[in-house]
T-cell receptor
């Protein structure tokens, strides 16, 4: 069964540095998402992406964050000037369709981001 | 925006018993409701979903019910097994918005 893959599995970064989290969605999926999960808390929506542009974003997704699909397979989340409170598990997800014909999201294994 | 509330936060049942987890949502435009199971340190995995045009859906020991009028939906697990122990999240999504709102999670412990 095809899977969403994320790299790295664990990223340790100094506060103030930039990080790029990488995701390879399932190949025929059209909708891509990033979520954040602080340890022991719920999954929080960050952003959705379709047709090479952001379709929705949450209040968490401020100017510090950006997403990009640099080629036909990768989907990245960049966090500029990281803060201690950015420490969390970041999940990428993809789905075949959204909108009226909702399709399930498939999640990757996540990247654990630790800011020191 | 949408607000999803989930109860209980923890649930402990004896193996073989049933477990029920409930979620309420606030936005009547929400029309898609997936449930995810997350084992410790792992990815959320979809276990069942329901769309607003049906009231109930069943898949072996797992079922989901939806009451659109009351704006709540529930996950039912029958004949629970120790391997059902995990955190379960509900979520809601509106048709015209590509954005999912998650509940706060229920930690289910099935005692052998």
């Amino acid at each position: 069964e095809p899977e969403v893959t994320q790299t790295p599995s664990h990223q340790v970064t100094q506060m103030g540095q930039e990080v790029i989290l990488r995701c390879v969605p399932i190949s025929n999926h059209l909708y891509f998402y990033w979520y954040r999960q602080i340890l022991g808390q719920k999954v929080e929506f960050l952003v959705s992406f379709y047709n090479n542009e952001i379709s929705e974003k949450s209040e968490i997704f401020d100017d510090q964050f950006s997403v990009e699909r640099p080629d036909g397979s990768n989907f990245t989340l960049k966090i500029r000037s990281t803060k201690l409170e950015d420490s969390a598990m970041y999940f990428c997800a993809s789905s075949l369709r959204a909108g009226v014909a909702n399709q399930p999201q498939h999640f990757g294994d996540g990247t654990r981001l630790s800011i020191l | 925006g949408e607000n999803v509330e989930q109860h209980p936060s923890t649930l402990s049942v004896q193996e073989g018993d049933s477990a029920v987890i409930k979620c309420t949502y606030s936005d009547s435009a929400s029309n898609y409701f997936p449930w995810y199971k997350q084992e410790l340190g792992k990815r959320p995995q979809l276990i069942i979903d329901i769309r607003s045009n049906v009231g109930e859906k069943k898949d072996q020991r797992i079922a989901v019910t939806l009451n659109k009028t009351a704006k709540h939906f529930s996950l039912h697990i029958t004949e629970t097994q120790p391997e059902d122990s995990a955190v379960y999240f509900c979520a809601a999504k509106a048709a015209n918005f590509n954005k999912f709102y998650f509940g706060s999670g229920t930690k289910l412990n099935v005692k052998p």
